[in-house]
């Protein structure tokens, strides 16, 4: 947002500005190469886990590490929501650490790393339209262009995911595998959405750590299941889970939570496009995954929409003009 000084004070260096972005930057930089190591993690430890047990597992682990930074911090400022404040947390608690993480565990069962991300990234247009209609941060008409060319090569993913790998293969599993995806990414969207004004109250930690503690509550009936499921799955299983709690969840979700106390949520929203593109090398590299010859042209026809997205209408000479004045 742009800032004014009046006449006859001393401008502020612009250092803080330049300081606050580099910051922002980095902590989604940070969020994208957790975020997309995540869909192959959950991917290689889920013939281990069912999708509710990995999910309390994940965010159990999370909620205990973040602890340690945020109990400290509200024993010091006892700073606590208040009744109506809870609402929003109580939201983006259920809908984005406890349902998306299920419908995303769910998914994985059926559809490789790399489609699932690809799935996922119509999410960023959700947050785009989303945003401008609550949050008044615009509503260009680029962004229904875009909007539809990615829509149209989510409609080629679930095209290619719906073919039989195999012949006599059903469909049928993997169909679902899409559904679930797109669930996973109506929800983050609505909870991106949410969590933004929360933000201007509470430190990225704190709201991240309240949300996954309201998740975590959520999962608790699958926690009979989380458990036999430990002791049966190999070291490297439950090793996987591990990292998947503290670094794609408990890391990246504050990192995210801080860049968008920054950054326009329709803005910082277009950064985890880059998340598909990186999850399919992590998972090729790792795990020999590649998403069919289908599923990645639809895959580029989504960065190509959700680039669209971000095109703005040039301004007149006029405009122009005043610009440069």
């Known amino acids: 947002m742009a800032s004014s000084t009046p006449v006859g004070t001393t401008a502020l260096p612009p250092a803080p500005a330049s300081r606050i972005k580099a910051l922002g930057a980095a902590a989604m930089a940070v969020t994208v190469v957790l975020w997309a190591s995540a869909f192959v993690g959950i991917r ?78 119509v999410n960023p247009i959700l947050v785009a339209i989303m945003a401008g209609l609550v949050l008044k941060e615009g509503f260009p008409r680029w962004l229904i262009i875009g909007s539809m060319v990615a829509f149209a090569g989510v409609a080629l993913i679930a095209v290619g995911t719906g073919q039989p790998s195999a012949p006599g293969e059903s469909p049928t599993a993997d169909a679902a595998g899409v559904l679930l995806c797109l669930l996973a990414a109506v929800l983050a969207a609505v909870s ?11 430190p990225a930690a704190q709201a991240t750590w309240f949300g996954i503690m309201v998740g975590a509550l959520c999962c608790l009936p699958f926690a009979g299941q989380l458990v036999s499921e430990v002791q049966a799955a190999p070291p490297e299983a439950t090793m996987g889970l591990a990292y998947l709690g503290i670094f794609p969840t408990a890391i990246a979700f504050t990192t995210w939570a801080y860049a968008l106390s920054l950054i326009e949520a329709g803005k910082l929203a277009a950064t ?52 440069l004045r």
């Open 192 to 202: 991106v959405i949410i969590q933004k004004p929360v933000l201007r109250k509470f």
């Open 44 to 121: 290689a430890i889920g013939p281990h886990f069912s999708p509710g047990s990995l999910t309390l597992g994940r965010l159990a682990i999370a909620a205990v590490v973040l602890a340690v930074l945020v109990l400290p911090q509200l024993l010091k400022s006892r700073l606590l929501p208040r009744s109506r404040e809870w609402w929003p947390i109580l939201a983006y608690g259920v809908m984005w650490f406890g349902g998306y993480n299920v419908a995303l565990n769910a998914a994985e069962h059926v559809l490789d790393a790399g489609t699932s991300a690809l799935l996922i990234n």
């Open 272 to 323: 985890t496009y880059l998340v598909p593109g990186t999850t399919i090398l992590i998972s090729w590299l790792l795990l020999g995954e590649i998403p069919t010859t289908l599923g990645l042209v639809g895959g580029l026809v989504c960065l190509v929409g959700v680039g669209l997205t971000r095109r703005r209408t040039r301004p007149g000479r006029g405009a122009k003009q005043k610009v």
